[in-house]
């Protein structure tokens, strides 16, 4: 059995609970303290619940409360080597930081965690795949684009949380400056809605049960039109659709 829960996905933060039978992880810290215990009792857990932290990336939406966790709680949180060089001056030596080098696999209780290397306008930014004995969930948001290394990790997943950032059409028509439209459209930025269509379509099959579109943009998407995309996709296969929010979690989703 494992079942998990996005507790928000978005430019001002994200987190996400993944549980086992008996281990519980958070992939990222990007909401204060407060708000990561407030969306965590929303589900019925607690930090206290929590094993270890792992970190894609340095950028604030992604760590923000990681300095006060370090200085409050005394569990271990996984990055590597990459980002705690960029975050020295928020970790600080701590004791609780375990690095690793991108694309390394890392065993933690029953969970095995494999890291996987994306190309994000970040120092050393990875995504990850976490499994147990029975289930295997995969994850892929900031990752620029849907690469070959990308696919290979994802397919087999029997849950899946996949970044649709933006529709193209909507991001040059809004009000972002020009270097920022680029710098989300390049291979360093997040994905389309096509390339999240191009990224599902390469590894969807009758393993996968459970689909969370995340990271989803406020003004340069509409999630409406995300989900019609992916339910052409989907079509008649027997899976569950749920589209993140920034401002609340998805309930917690069982695979078993």
Same mark, same amino acid.
Request: charged share 20%.
């Given at each position: ?97 375990? =690095?690793? &080098? ?5 065993? @933690?209780? *029953?969970?095995? #965690? ?6 994000? $306008? ?93 990271? =989803?943009? &406020? ?5 409406? @039109?995300? *989900?019609?995309? #992916? ?6 296969? $027997? ?18």
């Amino acid at each position: 059995m494992l079942s998990f829960s996005v507790l928000g996905s978005g430019s001002s933060g994200n987190a996400t609970y993944i549980q086992g039978s008996h281990t519980s992880i958070l992939l990222d810290c990007g909401f204060s303290m407060p708000q990561i215990k407030k969306r965590l009792e929303s589900i019925e857990r607690g930090i206290d619940d929590i094993d270890a932290i792992f970190i894609t990336h340095e950028h604030v939406d992604h760590i923000c409360g990681l300095k006060r966790l370090l200085n409050t709680y005394d569990i271990p949180v996984f990055m590597t080597r990459g980002t705690y060089n960029v975050l020295q001056n928020i970790i600080n030596n701590n004791k609780s930081i375990e =690095i690793f &080098e991108s694309g390394e696999a890392l065993t @933690l209780g *029953e969970f095995y #965690v494999q890291s996987f290397s994306v190309t994000h $306008d970040a120092k050393d930014p990875v995504n990850y795949v976490v499994s147990n004995e029975r289930v295997k969930i995969g994850f892929a948001t900031d990752c620029g684009y849907p690469s070959k290394l990308i696919i290979n990790r994802l397919k087999g997943c029997h849950g899946l949380i996949i970044e649709s950032n933006y529709c193209p059409d909507l991001l040059m028509k809004g009000v972002y400056p020009i270097h920022i439209k680029q710098r989300i459209q390049s291979r360093f930025g997040h994905l389309s809605n096509q390339q999240m269509l191009q990224l599902l379509s390469s590894v969807i099959d009758d393993t996968l049960r459970a689909l969370v579109l995340a990271h =989803i943009s &406020e003004n340069n998407n509409q999630h409406g @039109l995300v *989900e019609r995309l #992916v339910r052409q996709i989907i079509g008649e296969r $027997d899976i569950q659709l749920w589209i993140s929010s920034q401002t609340h979690p998805t309930p917690l989703i069982y695979l078993s």
